[in-house]
């Protein structure tokens, strides 16, 4: 069987990092973006760059798209000028942004009248995982048509988790990053009134290490980077904001009241306001330090 021919739309700071994987580890690799200066990087690389997202769906066998909501995924995919004006019979579409499962399956759902088979697969972690390759990926859609898609898939990540049917990844993203946006939120406010009660942030760390409250988030993500005040974009307030407005879509249509969600997503927003492509965690963290007039911050020493 002939090698698979591949094509990525959407070479932001995530696709960048995620095609280029594909490139690296020898893939047939046609890119599209919005972008001109986008394309012409990874042509000059060895990729193929194509005029539209409908002349690289011609030219390739899957297609991949990164692009940053689910208005774009619509227009990528549907519109004049799109995936569905090259699909053909067996091309495979693998959406790996971050949107709603509504849109996954509407799209999926146009598509297949054309013949293209989807995925949708939404990333877990972010920009230097994308470039290292060691993402996460939550997949939904058909069983084998994840086999076909499987090897690109493991080029670009550490781990694929087959979360169900088309709009199942989606779906499971949204817990996710709802999830991350609380966890943030709570320990920012946490560290807050403790320092402010004077407690050293350092102190809260380490009994929470010990007890059960002990968690990645804040035993090591946010020591890493937030706690040192290192603000530089990572993911960005504007998007976690819009992750947290989709999963509060989410529950709506599902007649779920979401009181916690509710708080967190004005915090969100605020912070997209004040701060809209500075990493969300440092935002947020930077949001309470205002408030109460203190430094969310672990002493030199201890963050180097």
């Not at 946490?190 to 320092?195: L, P």
Request: aromatic share 4%; net charge negative; glycine share 10%.
């Amino acid at each position: 069987m002939a090698a698979k021919k591949i094509g990525f739309i959407g070479l932001g700071a995530m696709g960048r990092g995620l095609a280029g994987n594909l490139l690296r580890k020898g893939f047939d690799l046609t890119v599209w973006d919005v972008a001109q200066p986008a394309i012409d990087a990874f042509v000059e690389r060895g990729a193929k760059g194509a005029s539209s997202a409908a002349e690289l769906a011609r030219a390739v066998d899957v297609v991949f798209t990164m692009v940053p909501d689910a208005p774009d995924v619509r227009r990528v995919a549907l519109e004049a000028g799109g995936i569905i004006d090259g699909a053909h019979a067996g091309l495979i579409y693998v959406d790996l942004s971050t949107v709603d499962p509504t849109t996954s399956r509407h799209v999926g759902a146009e598509l297949a009248k054309v013949g293209v088979r989807m995925l949708d697969s939404p990333v877990g972690r972010g920009v230097v995982d994308a470039e290292k390759g060691t993402v996460t990926f939550m997949v939904g859609g058909d069983a084998a048509t994840l086999e076909e898609a499987r090897p690109m898939l493991e080029a670009m990540s550490s781990e694929i988790m087959h979360i169900g049917a088309l709009g199942a990844g989606t779906t499971i993203k949204l817990v996710n990053n709802y999830l991350a946006a609380g966890m943030v939120a709570i320990i920012a406010e946490c560290a807050s009134f403790g320092i402010k009660s004077g407690v050293s942030l350092e102190q809260i760390i380490a009994l929470s290490d010990k007890t059960g409250t002990s968690n990645k988030v804040l035993n090591m993500v946010l020591p890493g980077k937030a706690f040192k005040h290192d603000y530089t974009p990572g993911f960005a307030s504007r998007l976690a904001a819009k992750d947290h407005r989709l999963a509060m879509g989410l529950a709506r249509d599902l007649d779920i009241d979401l009181p916690v969600g509710k708080a967190v997503l004005d915090l969100l927003e605020t912070s997209e306001k004040n701060y809209r492509d500075e990493d969300f965690m440092g935002s947020v963290m930077r949001l309470f330090e205002a408030q109460s007039g203190i430094e969310i911050r672990l002493k030199p020493t201890d963050a180097a």
